[in-house]
């Protein structure tokens, strides 16, 4: 049976890029996950070319969330209480904040002002149907 895990929390240390024995190339990294007033060490494997690009890109201290299978051992270092061991080899790697890039400042230039137009005087209807000015009348008119 397989479990799978959504695991969020901050990078400790740069991730590495290793070699496997086939020479396929891994990343590896450690996710420091806070639980409530302690941390959850998680050790993420990726083995996706595209995940592990992403996860490449981030740094010490960069807010991560890995999704993936994930495992649990019980392990007992010399002379020491049994520990436990959380892994999860990683599927799906998003940053949750992006590391700073550097931006291009882009020069505006700046057009002329624009001079004003001179719009016509409104048209007769006959000078719209037939393109003919009315004359103008100026007849005295008898009352």
């Known amino acids: 049976m397989t479990a ?3 695991v969020t929390g901050v990078l400790y240390r740069q991730p590495e890029q290793r070699m496997a024995k086939t020479g396929k190339p891994f990343v590896v990294a450690t996710l420091k996950a806070m639980c ?7 050790k993420v494997i990726v083995f996706s070319e595209s995940a592990g690009a992403e996860l490449m890109r981030l740094g ?5 969330s890995v999704q993936g299978a994930m495992k649990a051992e019980l392990y007992r270092p010399e002379g020491g209480e049994p520990r436990l061991s959380l892994s999860v080899v990683a599927d799906q ?7 700073p890039r550097q931006r291009e400042r882009k020069t505006v ?3 002329p002002a624009l001079e004003p137009l001179e719009l016509p005087l409104p048209l007769s209807r006959r000078e719209r ?3 003919v000015a009315e004359p103008m009348l100026n007849d005295d008119v008898p009352f």
Do not use: K, M, N, S
């Open 129 to 131: 149907c037939t393109g």
């Open 93 to 99: 790697i998003l940053a949750l904040r992006q590391p």
């Open 60 to 64: 010490d201290g960069d807010a991560v």
């Open 4 to 6: 799978h895990a959504l």
């Open 36 to 42: 409530g007033d302690g941390a959850q060490w998680w």
């Open 109 to 111: 230039e700046r057009q």
